[in-house]
């Protein structure tokens, strides 16, 4: 999560690196096709839903991260991606602690809700 935070905070990182919309033909030139940012192909490729259902079930001490991800990723503003993160990480700790699995079913919605934002 740390090398795509820094990917997104310093977009020097990618100044030498092109991201081209998917949908250009293969052998085509992708002159015509919209160039992409990091954020962009991370939203796209469902890595932040993975995120989630990652912090769900293994829960982590310091959200910090996942914050920053949501506010690059997610509507709103800095106390709803903090309070989203924080909620996320201690739904995953109740089920922990409590030594029962958590079940996908639960995972999955909470990524709809997350992706839907």
């Known amino acids: 999560w740390g090398q795509w935070c820094r990917r997104m905070e310093d977009t020097r990182l ?10 250009v033909e293969e052998g085509a030139e992708p002159e015509g096709a919209s160039q992409l940012s990091f954020a962009d192909v991370f939203v796209r490729s469902g890595a932040l839903e993975e995120c989630v259902a990652s912090v769900l079930r293994q829960p982590v001490a310091d959200d910090a991260e996942l914050t920053f991800l949501f506010s690059h990723c997610l509507e ?23 030594a029962r ?17």
């Open 101 to 117: 699995p958590i079940p996908d079913e639960f995972v999955e919605q909470m990524v709809v809700v997350v992706g839907a934002m």
């Open 14 to 23: 990618d100044q030498d690196v092109r991201y081209v919309e998917e949908a």
């Open 76 to 98: 709103g503003d800095a106390v709803l991606h903090r309070r989203l993160a924080d909620g996320l990480r201690v739904l995953g700790e109740a089920f922990k602690d409590s």
